[in-house]
């Protein structure tokens, strides 16, 4: 089965409600066993308990990125292929990425309540999240502000493309701009190799977060379908029941020029 | 007069005169400037420090507020679409209209500056500084935004949602913007480095925006 194959959404929908189910099941397991790892993890020497933070943090972290990818993938379908599922695919997957993000922002502030003594600082990756955060939520609002969803899709997917292009760049200035603010004031978890007791619980959960995400991606998208159907068929009645308003109105009237005659 | 040079000189006449609202810019540029020393306090010490970023905000504002004329107007009496249909390739047409807007709505910006900044307590270095930050780092911005006013004229909508989606993709700009010319104030670092990459910002927004526009034009308007 190729992907052109799945440009049929029936054909889509019966698939993924068969893959579904044992999706949800692989990410419940996962994240059964990524938890009880964690949970099992020795804590640092520095940080304490605080440490296990990470393991919900850089999976969201690495996931706020990955679903930004998805949707340029997604946004390529739609400009140069008109895949019909491409559109769908970008438009589910933005509010998971804007929630992946929130929770990435959310555990590295109250990780760094404890640690920096502040919810917030102007750290060159807080602050470059943070603007992720914006563009995805920019991005949600343009979904929003058009009913016609092709007309959205296509506007939609020229914005996610130049966010591709040009997020690297704010990534490079914003961690210019911070290095030449502050200097090296922040302590980073980085540099140290980590040791394998967190890393086996980390990759475990980064593997159940983007089950996780593949899972909710299909659902939202199978959602996304059944809602575009409602609304044609909504669209469709509306329409009959203005056409024959109008027949109505428009033979009373002649009646009326007649009988006015 | 090749097809291109007529676009830029039609769009400039356009702009300059009654209804084109260009010089509009300058005025909110002044607006915003004068209002600063309202929210932070008529302290010239604090102004002058404040100074650069405050010139390269109203200058970012000022641009972004213009820009929902590119393409509406010319949305609106049909121009756009036979600009579309026309033989020359849409990218170009993009860029000659992005170039006349720069023209006519930003290079004001840039002569108004010095003025502005006798307001602000910036003294001759400083002022060269922005205004030359200014010159360099004003056409990305257009040709950014560019992108954001055919996203824009495509979906019938504009203002807040406009300044929603581009700003954050200004936000690089911004940060080299005000510290090539606080490098030029007070240092220590070098001057060149920052400006560089700033006219290095330029030159891809030069290349990116009217690419994307023109795509979002083709795909969006029919």
Redesign the interface.
């Known amino acids: 089965m190729s992907l052109i194959d799945l440009a049929n959404p029936t054909r889509f929908l019966a698939l993924s409600a068969r893959v579904l189910p044992w999706l949800a099941a692989a990410t419940a397991i996962l994240f059964a066993i990524g938890l009880y790892l964690s949970a099992l993890a020795p804590d640092d020497y520095q940080q304490g308990a605080t440490v296990k933070i990470m393991f919900i943090h850089v999976p969201n972290a690495w996931l706020s990125m990955f679903v930004w990818g998805v949707m340029s993938i997604a946004s390529l379908g739609t ?1 140069v292929w008109r895949h019909p599922l491409a559109d769908v695919a970008a438009k589910a997957a933005a509010p998971i990425g804007a929630a992946f993000t929130f929770l990435a922002l959310l555990t590295g502030s109250l990780w760094g309540r404890p640690m920096w003594g502040t919810y917030w600082e102007w750290d060159a990756r807080l602050t470059s999240v943070l ?1 992720l955060f ?2 995805y ?2 991005l949600m ?2 979904w929003r ?2 009913e016609d969803p092709s ?2 899709a ?2 939609a ?3 996610t ?3 591709a ?2 997020l690297p ?2 990534k ?3 961690d ?2 911070n290095t ?1 603010h502050q200097p090296a004031s922040v302590m980073r978890m980085g540099g140290s190799t980590l040791d394998k007791s967190f890393l086996i619980p980390l990759l475990v959960m980064a593997v159940a977060f983007t089950l996780l995400f593949v899972t909710l991606h299909l659902a939202a998208m199978r959602n996304e379908i059944l809602r575009r159907r409602v609304r044609s068929l909504q669209m469709m009645q509306a329409s009959r029941v203005a056409f024959s308003g109008d027949v109505s109105t428009g033979s009373r009237q002649e009646n009326a020029s007649t009988g006015a005659a | 007069m090749t097809p291109l040079s007529a676009l830029i000189r039609r769009d400039i006449k356009i702009a300059l005169r009654v209804g084109g609202g260009a010089l509009i810019g300058v005025l909110f540029f002044l607006t915003v400037v004068v209002l600063m020393p309202f929210a932070v306090g008529p302290d010239l010490a604090l102004l002058s420090r404040l100074g650069p970023a405050i010139l390269w905000l109203g200058a970012l504002l000022a641009s972004l507020l213009t820009l929902d004329r590119l393409f509406m107007s010319d949305h609106e009496d049909g121009s756009l679409d036979l600009i579309t249909m026309s033989r020359t390739p849409l990218e170009l047409a993009c860029a000659a209209k992005a170039l006349a807007h720069w023209l006519a709505a930003g290079l004001p910006l840039i002569v108004a500056t010095p003025v502005l900044g006798l307001l602000l307590n910036l003294d001759m270095v400083a002022t060269g500084a922005v205004a030359l930050t200014l010159l360099a780092g004003t056409p990305a911005l257009t040709f ?1 935004g560019m ?1 954001g006013a ?2 824009a004229v ?2 019938h ?1 504009g203002g807040l ?1 406009m300044a ?2 581009v700003l ?2 200004s ?2 700009v911004l ?2 913007g005000v ?1 090539a010319s606080q490098a030029a104030i007070v240092g220590p ?1 070098t001057f060149g480095a920052p400006f560089s ?1 700033l006219c290095a ?1 330029s030159l ?1 927004s030069l290349v ?1 925006g009217p690419f ?1 526009a023109a ?2 034009l083709k ?2 308007l029919d």
């Open positions: 400009l603007i914006l563009m939520l920019g609002a343009l502000a058009v007309r959205a296509r506007a997917a020229v914005l493309l130049v966010g292009l040009n760049i704010i490079f200035s914003v210019w701009w030449l | 950014t992108i055919a996203l495509t979906l909508r949602l929603v989606l954050p993709l936000i690089p940060i080299f510290a670092m990459i910002l891809v990116i994307a795509a979002s795909h969006g």
